[in-house]
């Protein structure tokens, strides 16, 4: 099996390759893209690290056609709190790197590509919790370019041109440097919760939104991946795990680190984004069609997430963030 990944370098990245290589019976051939350039941990056997900018067409063209790959997971974007202050890159990279990416796709003839869309393609005003069919009026450009994305894939479905599939993800929560999603501060309760036993966070305390682990997160993209075509009813899906209010995240966190002080400073922009989203998301199609289920709820991931933030910051690993 040959699999290629577009912003591979990211949050998700990484932990999706351990996932891909963990679950392969036979080691697949990786090739592992992104605009940035790796580090030496990113090393490891059966993946090779190639710099691709998904919004150079021809660069795009030539990587697909070069290597060939079975399965694409694309996942280059500029989140959504980025996306408001850089319209511009976040157009370029969601919108023409994801048409750049369908369209190498198709000439290299790609047996299935993964889109990772966000639960940021919803906007105000919608049922609680959120069924995948409903009009999606989003209140971010990364919004607007997730809604196109799915579309298109939609479209390139249809057409028989490529085989694609993809989830809704909410925020995704796990031991990395987040990439400026509005999501981040349920990260920063934990990770500003261990490294200085408390945090401000950028957000109301009744703040609720749709979370997910993220070995939750990887599984659901490798189980789309493989799900039977005649089984799928849509391209892309809701794939939801829980829902906490801010304030009950804190609660969580202070369970396992004793004393932690979490306050709430709203900042506007991403308060605004965050209040724009769905407070749950309704997956049952995601559950009837390929059998997703998660299995993480929030203190099943509070219980392993702070073990390993300790670990990442003993070790000296950079969790630094942009709201300080
Ligand atoms: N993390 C979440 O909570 C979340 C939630 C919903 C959807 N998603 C989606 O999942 C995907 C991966 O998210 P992530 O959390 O790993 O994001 P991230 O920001 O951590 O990683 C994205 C990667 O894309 C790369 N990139 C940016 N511009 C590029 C370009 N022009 N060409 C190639 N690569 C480029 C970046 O260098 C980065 O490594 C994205 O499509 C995102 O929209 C993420």
Redesign the pocket.
């Known amino acids: 099996m040959r699999i290629l990944l577009?912003?591979a370098?990211?949050?998700?990245?990484r932990d999706l390759i351990n996932e891909l290589l963990r679950r392969s019976k036979e080691p697949p051939s990786i090739v592992a893209t992104?605009?940035?350039t790796p580090d030496a941990a990113d090393e490891q056997e059966h993946v090779r690290w190639s710099r691709?900018?998904?919004?150079n067409e021809a660069a795009t063209r030539a990587i697909f056609a070069d290597f060939k790959p079975d399965i694409v997971f694309h996942?280059?974007?500029?989140?959504s709190a980025r996306g408001e202050k850089d319209p511009v890159t976040a157009y370029a990279?969601n919108q023409t790197?994801t048409w750049n990416v369908l369209e190498a796709s198709y000439a290299a003839r790609v047996k299935r590509l993964v889109f990772?869309?966000?639960i940021a393609v919803y906007g105000p005003g919608l049922p609680d919790p959120t069924p995948d069919a409903v009009p999606l009026q989003p209140a971010t450009i990364y919004g607007v370019t997730k809604v196109s994305g799915e579309l298109l894939c939609d479209y390139y479905t249809r057409r028989g041109w490529v085989d694609c599939v993809g989830v809704r993800?909410p925020?995704?929560i796990s031991a990395s440097l987040?990439?400026?999603?509005s999501?981040d501060y349920a990260l920063f309760m934990y990770v500003d919760g261990v490294r200085y036993g408390a945090y401000e966070a950028f957000c109301r305390a009744d703040t609720r939104i749709p979370l997910m682990y993220m070995p939750d997160g990887v599984r659901a993209l490798a189980e789309i991946s493989e799900a039977p075509r005649h089984k799928l009813r849509r391209c892309i899906y809701n794939v939801a795990a829980f829902s906490p209010r801010a304030d009950e995240i804190a609660a969580s966190v202070a369970r396992a680190v004793p004393g932690v002080r979490i306050t709430y400073v709203p900042e506007p922009v991403r308060q605004g984004i965050l209040d724009s989203w769905p407070k749950a998301l309704d997956d049952t199609m995601a559950r009837e069609d390929w059998g997703w289920k998660a299995r993480y709820d929030l203190d099943g991931m509070t219980d392993d997430l702070v073990p390993r933030v300790r670990e990442l910051l003993a070790r000296g690993v950079d969790l630094s963030h942009s709201n300080r």
């Open positions: 577009t912003g370098g990211g949050q998700i990245g992104d605009l940035r691709l900018d998904v919004t996942l280059a974007a500029i989140l990279v790197g990772t869309s966000s993800f925020g995704l987040p990439g400026g999603g999501s």
